[in-house]
């Protein structure tokens, strides 16, 4: 019995009393409720406040509710005990063979054991990195890559269709003075004030004019258009190549100079004008966004008639709800807090209601620590960490589940010593070599002449306390994948992954799945390794939520 369907079986326990006039209720009754796990093991597998959340509404007493849903689940095949406690909460025990079956259950159902449908029909557009193509993808840049990739595939575990997008920003002062930090290399001058350094500047403009010689003998103004469009394709393939050995790719990646020619930031400002949302003051033309909750208006031309970035924000909005997307879901580091308001002003200005059509994810930075201290220079980009930084020092799996183990909301220290050990200190290793234990044993089965064989499983004789605790944890992950998904928190996954290895370790101490020298092949064996192969099943499918590799072998 799958916490699932215990929720399921409540709720029908509930319509039972309703129907035979034992409680009086005219609302419409859940066809689920919530199921918990207790933190004291003693008070049972499973339990509920059903009662405390209905019981006023029923005309009862929320204990007096327990007491009666108490004797109706009783009755209910593989429960074997109901307690009421306190005010009203109820305790359920689970008989070993119901709880067993999750076993079979996830056995079945192979690698989409853990997958909802919480979201099917929701079309989602995520946007994550977004960072300018003038320089390496940063270290607070790869958080998001992880974070947001991660993020993508939980949502389509809930039955969403995502569309992973990158924005990047190819025209404008930034790219004007990425242009001008090249065309400065490429002549051996010192960098313009204000310009990019490091030692990817040197090797890019050397790869220009070895694409273009021809740039040496041009006048200054063509020479730094052919370094802005040249420099800009180069570093932005460097950047896609560098994702993609992280393991992340994008659907779509949108050029906001498209936006430009396209028309797009002409038509959205008209639009804004004819819904009479816009003024004039000081030459500049403004949005009353403070009408929709920022908190100031904002300029979407200046006076001098040049669109601001929020004027091309507005005009990438309208695109995104206009290909089709439910809901815009932007990813964004701690220094664009601000944004907050101001986005959420432009989808209230086009008709929209924000808090349905818009989410941003709002994270904090990141930090490298060797020995104790921190690192603070690259040797590529000068001071600037980068993700290869990261990927060098530890490995891609590492670098990833490094990044997308801690809530966004906080700060990460990842100590580089730690991370790139192999030892259980390291939590994706821990998890990584559990998941290759469980391989190993069912090799190991395959060896002695036997393997899976669900129709031979008795699910009730996984009866010890550690092959509860391990069945108890396997069933919790639906809700875990459903909860990071709700909440858009990735780092939930992880930290469940590392409990349920601490777990499955746990049992392999004290239950032998494979028989000794000449011992035959019983059935509790049998029921054993169905046990194995859910587990593995299920740390595989979590790695891969996470964008981690499942080794077989370590």
């Not at 300018?132 to 809930?158: C, F, Q």
């Not at 400065?184 to 010192?190: F, T, V």
């Not at 350094?197 to 050397?206: C, K, N, R, S, V």
């Not at 909440?487 to 601490?502: K, Q, S």
Request: charged letters at 25%; one cysteine or more.
């Amino acid at each position: 019995m799958t916490p699932e369907e215990l929720s399921v079986t409540i709720a029908g326990a509930l319509g039972a009393l309703v129907r035979r006039g034992a409680v009086a209720y005219d609302g419409e009754l859940p066809d689920r409720v919530t199921v918990e796990r207790p933190k004291n093991k003693e008070h049972g597998d499973y339990a509920t406040n059903v009662a405390l959340q209905l019981g006023k509404r029923m005309g009862v007493a929320p204990r007096e509710l327990a007491e009666l849903l108490a004797t109706e689940l009783k009755a209910f095949d593989g429960i074997a005990g109901v307690q009421v406690a306190g005010p009203g909460f109820i305790n359920i025990s689970v008989e070993a063979a119901a709880q067993g079956e999750v076993a079979r259950v996830i056995a079945a159902a192979g690698p989409s054991y853990g997958d909802g449908d919480a979201l099917a029909g929701t079309r989602i557009n995520l946007e994550f990195v977004s960072a300018n193509p003038t320089g390496p993808v940063t270290l607070a840049s790869a958080r998001w890559a992880a974070m947001g990739d991660s993020l993508a595939r939980i949502l389509e575990a809930e039955a969403a269709t995502v569309a992973r997008e990158y924005y990047f920003n190819d025209s404008g002062a930034q790219i004007d003075r990425f242009s001008a930090s090249l065309f400065a290399a490429a002549k051996g001058e010192p960098t313009p004030e204000g310009g990019y350094a490091g030692a990817y500047i040197a090797e890019l403009a050397a790869q220009v004019v070895e694409a273009h010689p021809e740039v040496i003998t041009l006048g200054d103004g063509e020479a730094k258009e052919l370094f802005r469009a040249t420099g800009v394709e180069m570093m932005f393939a460097d950047v896609k190549a560098t994702l993609h050995e992280f393991g992340v790719d994008f659907d779509v990646y949108f050029s906001e100079r498209s936006l430009h020619e396209s028309g797009a930031i002409d038509a959205a400002i008209e639009r804004l004008k004819a819904g009479g949302l816009t003024y004039e003051a000081d030459g500049a033309l403004w949005l009353r966004s403070t009408d929709y909750g920022d908190d100031k208006d904002r300029v979407i031309v200046r006076s001098n008639g040049v669109p601001t970035y929020y004027c091309a924000d507005a005009a990438y909005y309208l695109d995104k709800r206009g290909r089709g997307f439910d809901k815009v879901m932007i990813v964004l580091g701690a220094d664009h807090h601000g944004y907050v308001g101001r986005y959420r002003a432009l989808a209230g200005g086009f008709g929209d209601d924000p808090d349905v059509t818009l989410e941003i994810v709002i994270g904090q930075m990141v930090n490298l620590l060797r020995d104790g201290e921190p690192v603070r220079m690259s040797k590529r980009s000068g001071d600037v960490l980068t993700l290869e930084d990261l990927v060098d020092a530890v490995g891609v799996d590492a670098a990833r589940y490094a990044l997308v183990r801690y809530s966004n909301d906080s700060t990460i220290d990842i100590d580089l010593d730690l991370w790139a050990r192999q030892s259980s200190d390291n939590p994706v290793y821990y998890v990584q070599y559990a998941h290759a234990r469980l391989a190993s044993i069912e090799r190991n089965a395959e060896q002695l002449g036997f393997s899976l064989d669900t129709l031979a499983f008795d699910p009730g004789l996984l009866s010890h306390e550690r092959e509860g605790d391990l069945l108890r944890a396997l069933a919790d992950f639906p809700s875990v994948v459903a909860t990071s998904a709700e909440l858009r928190e990735p780092h939930r996954v992880a930290r469940y992954l590392e409990a349920t290895a601490a777990t499955f370790h746990r049992f392999y101490d004290d239950c032998r799945v494979l028989p000794l020298g000449d011992e035959e092949v019983t059935d509790v064996h049998r029921a054993r390794l169905v046990l194995v192969t859910a587990t593995r099943t299920v740390l595989a499918h979590g790695l891969e939520l996470l964008g981690v590799s499942a080794p077989e072998r370590m």
